[in-house]
């Protein structure tokens, strides 16, 4: 009898629907997971592992929150895609509008990818203009123009993309205005949009610079460009109000994902009403899906707010749980002289396995030691704890994960790292 990643490898191309999964990048086999609950993956020989992945993002509150997989069967009977517009999606529409107002219109979609892909048309057709201004080791999903210079797993894989859709990208420096003013010289005015993850979190954790994000904002209103935030990730991840409700910065253009659909998959792209109507029918431009919108996971996503909504102290638990797993790092490399820089935003925790502070943008990020973090990777898998098998991932904390699991987690660092 095969093993899985065999038979994996003979029927998925390359044994996975997305490369990282494949533990490629950290040159690690491939993890096949049997099952998982609450913070915790089991593989296939029923073997528990503290799980920092969290789906790559969606699971908040962990694997099984009671909320979100009880009921089902009564969600189910309402049938699961209708393909009509109904109460429930308005409804959801509305409660995210209340949170994120720049999202005055929206529309809902299946995955991040798809709405990062509609806002950049809707800002294409806004402005009647073709180019974007993107940052290296942003991730905003794998349609083509995305995928140049992006960060989390893609980095160079870039065939297939025509070299028309290269020449209407401007690729800058995170946290680097003089990269965007260098990168806009002589394109202003053929400029659509300025895309950017508002906290980068696919380059490991990459905070905006003061002022960064003000600056973008400056330079899309001069060249008569939009500004579009890519909150697929940071959207709940940092509070019902995004990265967006961190910053005095208003986007024109905001796409959701991930989280809203509590590991259902629905997101959303939306804007300001004057931008959003070039969409059809009132306008020339068109989106749609079978699956956008369908009541099944909007249901979800409801039951998401409604989470959030009924439990403000979710955030701060997260923030104490990844403050002490980011302090407890910080000592574990202290007492081996390591000279890591550990950042920690809510509940994302990262470091790289690089000398001086932490990384301002895709240079750095790229700057550290991958070995290094492959070796580290499969001694925490040794020891029960499941990471990124990628060092532009992040680690990631949920309400279902406890002051014990970082404990145990910072003892198979100490272990992992007193071992290589
Ligand atoms: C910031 C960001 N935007 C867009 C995407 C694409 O989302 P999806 O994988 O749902 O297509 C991702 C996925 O990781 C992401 O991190």
Redesign the pocket.
Known sequence: MQGSIERALAVLAGGCDSPVRSGWSAGLPMFVQASAAGAYAYDESGRRYIDYIMG??PLLFGHTHPELITGLDALAKHGFVWGSTHSEEIRLAERIAAYLPSMERMRFVT???EA?MSAVRVARAFTGRSRILKFAGN???HFDLALIDAG?SAGTRTGGIPQGVRGDVLVARYNDLASVDERLDGNESELAAIIV?PIG??MGLVQPAGGFLEGLLRRARRAGALLIF?E??TWLRFGLRGAQGRTSVVPDLTAL??IMGGGLPI?AFGGRRDVMAVLAPEGTTFTGGTHGGNPFCVAMAHRVLDLLEAHPEYYSYMDGLARRLAGGLREIFAQRGLPYAVVQRESVVDFKFRAGPAAQNYDDACNADRAAYARYCAAMLERGVLLAPSQNEVMLLSTAHTAQDVDATLDAARNGLRAQ
């Open positions: 790559y993002g995955t991040g990818t990062m991730y905003h999903g989390a993850e979190a696919n890519d697929v990730i994902g991930k997101a």
